[in-house]
């Protein structure tokens, strides 16, 4: 199954595209590694992306203090790959408070890329002589407005 790779730079824009499994230059790869642009497509020469994240085919999330490519369960307190609100809270507002003492067990993989993985997430540490947006021009058209339903 092809990577899924997702490509965000600064301005907050995603840029996405497909990429063999096999290729060499993601597979032993982890989270926080730095990759060469030109190792993934012709077209990011000198670019220098950043492994930020990366998910598995049923949606675990590699996580960077878990070593290997297995799946594990650890317990997390409120942030990475948790993000539920306790019950006891009911319909109080949302605050950015983080809720007290709320710990959760969650399976999680490991932070190292492998066969498993299906999408990657890579930020920009240093820009290239093109821009993104010239590289994938299909990805820069602005969005449609939807259309009033009839009634």
């Known amino acids: 199954m092809p990577f899924k790779i997702n490509v965000s730079d600064k301005t907050g824009k995603t840029y996405k595209f497909e990429l063999?499994?096999?290729s060499e230059s993601l597979l032993g790869n982890e989270l926080g590694n730095k990759i060469q642009g030109k190792d993934l497509l012709?077209?990011?020469e000198g670019?220098?992306?950043e492994i930020a994240g990366a998910n598995d085919g049923s949606g675990f999330t590699s996580h960077k203090d878990v070593?290997?490519?297995g799946l594990k369960k650890i317990l997390l307190t409120y942030g990475k790959a948790m993000h539920?609100?306790?019950r006891k809270e009911g319909k109080k507002k949302r605050s950015n408070m983080k809720p007290k003492g709320l710990r959760l067990r969650r399976t999680v993989r490991g932070r190292t890329i492998s066969e498993e993985t299906v999408q990657i997430n890579l930020k920009i540490l240093k820009q290239g002589?093109?821009?993104l947006s010239e590289i994938?021009?299909?990805q820069n058209k602005p969005k449609?407005?939807?259309k009033p339903k009839a009634v």
């Open 144 to 146: 449609e407005k939807a």
């Open 136 to 138: 994938f021009p299909e």
């Open 20 to 22: 063999d499994a096999e």
């Open 67 to 69: 070593q290997g490519i």
């Open 129 to 131: 002589s093109k821009m």
């Open 42 to 44: 012709p077209g990011l």
């Open 47 to 49: 670019y220098e992306l």
């Open 84 to 86: 539920q609100r306790p």
